[in-house]
Nanobody
Framework: QVQLVESGGGLVQPGGSLRLSCAAS????????MGWYRQAPGKQRELVAR???????NYADSVKGRFTISRDNARNTVYLQMNSLKSEDTAVYYC??????????????WGQGTQVTVSS
């Protein structure tokens, strides 16, 4: 099993910044990718950003140029730096880790979720 602990959410004004972190523990040896999804009322669940064990990154079009995902392998931790925040970024952000258990099969583990609210 993989345990994920998220931190860094909160209330911020438009144009402000937050940094989310996600620390993984447990059976982490086969994790292929980590990142964040977000879910807001009335909106489709969205993959915000991910980073693979090889260092490749992907971002949703809505956050490109504003968000940056990075990793600290020594601490088994992934960070999401969020700048120029907009009210549309308000959502619950869920950290995830993906394990490949066999060919064409993967398991996702989830953090507890952290609320990000952007409001004046």
């Amino acid at each position: 099993q993989v345990q994920l602990v998220e931190s860094g959410g909160g209330l911020v004004q438009p144009g402000g910044s937050l940094r989310l972190s996600c620390a993984a523990s447990g059976s982490i040896f086969s994790i292929y990718a980590m990142g964040w999804y977000r879910q807001a009322p009335g909106k489709q669940r969205e993959l915000v950003a991910r980073i693979t064990s090889g260092g490749s990154t992907n971002y949703a079009d809505s956050v490109k140029g504003r968000f940056t995902i990075s990793r600290d392998n020594a601490r088994n931790t992934v960070y999401l730096q969020m700048n120029s925040l907009k009210s549309e970024d308000t959502a619950v952000y869920y950290c995830y880790a993906r394990k490949v258990v066999e060919v064409s099969t993967a398991i996702h583990y989830w953090g507890q979720g952290t609320q990000v609210t952007v409001s004046s």
